[in-house]
């Protein structure tokens, strides 16, 4: 019998590679995030989410006809079939709409006739049907529940641009459409994540790419994830006033209570999206006539400088990302969905590069529990 191998135990496997990846490179300590070895400031500043997505899912840059066929491929996915809109008319209002989308894009699959075809190809399809419909899923259900009519993809308009189109109805300003196309450049991809990882779990087992996108999204919506930075915003409403940030922030602290939008697993330096992500805010802000909100973030982020800095606790993606959408007019619950729809991306990048050179993932845990009990019968208990 071969000798079994020496184990370890990592809980959060906070210090375990589980393989090798090409698509994003961060640097925890130095606060650097790169897709595909270009840095992601230079993503935000020249780039769309589009060639984003391109750049995760082929390991380059696309060409100009490269990109512009990339494009078509994805907007011939942005309508959703009558049997999809029936589904989603048929939801409760109340619903949260992270429990909607993913209920949602599992439901994609029952509609997709090569739903079984587990080749590369097929699964690169699947990831464009979701990537592409996912704004017009989110953008129908808000609709429905606000009593208005769904509005149809606009096949001419870019992802970002047509996402505000769908939601209000109306085509939105240049500002306002750039300004969530940075936002989901910024939140493509970000390594093994939590929610990538239960893709890639789940694309391992030779499921299917609906499934690991619907255990994607089923993952992300916790607060721990991507739901802080809806938490943000109820935390910066429930502030309020200027004055009461000191005392709020200080009590979370000694009742250690975590401030949301703050710290992250990987990052012990400024997260590189934050950087970028509040300057974007202040100038959506001014622009918007939101300031307010915005000062309140920056207050508490000069506390917890002051007070936890030195631990390496910093703004995360979701502590400026949420002002950002606010003062777009997004509604607090579907600030998560939008990051899903970004995330996409990233989620099936891995995913198609696990199922490229898979492996079953299936890791160990110690057992504690005791030995050789003895069964009792369930009538002598
Ligand atoms: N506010 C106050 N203190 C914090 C915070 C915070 N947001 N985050 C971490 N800390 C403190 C902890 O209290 C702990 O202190 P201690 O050593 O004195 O006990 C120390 O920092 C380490 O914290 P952990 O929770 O063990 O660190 P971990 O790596 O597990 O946590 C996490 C990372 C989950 C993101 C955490 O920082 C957190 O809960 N943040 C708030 C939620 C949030 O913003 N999540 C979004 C993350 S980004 C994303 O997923 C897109």
Redesign the pocket.
Known sequence: MPEAPAMHIDK?L?NTIIGESRKSFIDGQAGVLEYVGIDIDELARNSTFEEVVFLLWNDRLPTSSELESFEAELRLEYPLSQGVIEMIKGIPHEASPMHVLRTVVSGLALEDEECNDQSFESERRKAVRVLSKTPAIIAAFDRCRRGLEIVDPDPNLNIATNFLWMLNGEVPGEASARAIDVCLILHAD?GI??STFAAMVTIATQSDMYSALTSAVGTLRG????G?NE??MNMLQSIGDLDDVEPFVMD??KN??????????VYKALDPRAKYLKTFAERIAEETGNTDLYVLSTRIQDI?DRE?GA?G?YP????YSATTYFSLGLAIDLFTPV?AMSRNAGWAAHSLEQHQDNRLIRPRCQYTGDHAVEYVPINER
């Open positions: 959060g906070d970000h994540n939590a607060p721990l994830h991507g802080a938490r943000v979370s602290l250690k209570t975590k401030i949301m939008g703050f710290g992250h697993r917890m936890v631990k606790i995360n993606v979701d502590f990051f």
